[in-house]
T-cell receptor, first 114, second 112 residues
Framework: GAVVSQHPSWVICKSGTSVKIECRSL??????MFWYRQFPKQSLMLMAT?????????EQGVEKDKFLINHASLTLSTLTVTSAHPEDSSFYIC??????????FGSGTRLTVV | QKEVEQNSGPLSVPEGAIASLNCTYS??????FFWYRQYSGKSPELIMS????GDKEDGRFTAQLNKASQYVSLLIRDSQPSDSATYLC????????????FGSGTRLQVQP
């Protein structure tokens, strides 16, 4: 139980284009979704927290206009990287809390901007 | 600033030995603690969670928590080459469903 499906698993895009990453909770309702970014040989860094039906909360230094998060339903949260540049190339991972103590992670999306 | 600290390693142990991984955290109000294993290019996978002081055992893994010292550790007994990965310590710094704060990870190498 408590599975989050993340797509795509990898994507290559041209600089200046936008990319959308989806995370779906398959067997539970994810009222809160967390989005992380991981650069090579670094740890997971929280980018933003999205709550169903409300605006996402972004961490300091994360551009809200560049990383658009939509959490319109209890089972779907999306992250759109707008006007992507090579420095946005990273591993993006979503996570949801399914009870007061448990967390589940998506399989991650490897974004390469060329 | 709320932090989780780990030794980056690599920690190298021979096959069959005990691997000991350590983590300290800065927020005394932290409620729940997790150890994740991450293989290169993959998402983290949960190994253990621990919420109360003391030891928690699950198979070859034992998590130890000392809230007074703000310290959590993971012991891996009978280490196998397949255990070679990066181990991430993660902390929920507060109550409820908050985002986890991750340490930088310790790379473990188990030598056959």
């Amino acid at each position: 139980g408590a599975v989050v499906s993340q797509h795509p698993s990898w994507v290559i895009c041209k600089s200046g284009t936008s990319v959308k990453i989806e995370c779906r909770s398959l067997d539970f309702q994810a009222t809160t979704m967390f989005w992380y970014r991981q650069f090579p040989k670094q740890s997971l860094m929280l980018m933003a927290t999205s709550n169903e039906g409300s605006k996402a909360t972004y961490e300091q230094g994360v551009e809200k206009d560049k990383f658009l998060i939509n959490h319109a339903s209890l089972t779907l949260s999306t992250l759109t990287v707008t006007s992507a540049h090579p420095e946005d190339s990273s591993f993006y991972i979503c996570s949801a809390s399914y009870d007061n103590y448990g967390y589940t992670f998506g399989s991650g999306t490897r974004l390469t901007v060329v | 600033q709320k932090e989780v600290e780990q030794n980056s390693g690599p920690l190298s142990v021979p096959e069959g030995a005990i691997a000991s991984l350590n983590c300290t955290y800065s927020d005394r109000g932290s409620q729940s603690f997790f150890w994740y294993r991450q293989y290169s290019g993959k998402s983290p996978e949960l190994i253990m969670s621990i919420y109360s002081n003391g030891d928690k055992e699950d198979g070859r893994f034992t998590a130890q928590l000392n809230k007074a010292s703000q310290y959590v550790s993971l012991l891996i007994r009978d280490s196998q080459p397949s255990d070679s990965a990066t181990y991430l310590c993660a902390v929920n710094m507060g109550a409820g469903r908050r985002a986890l704060t991750f340490g930088s990870g310790t790379r473990l190498q188990v030598q056959p």
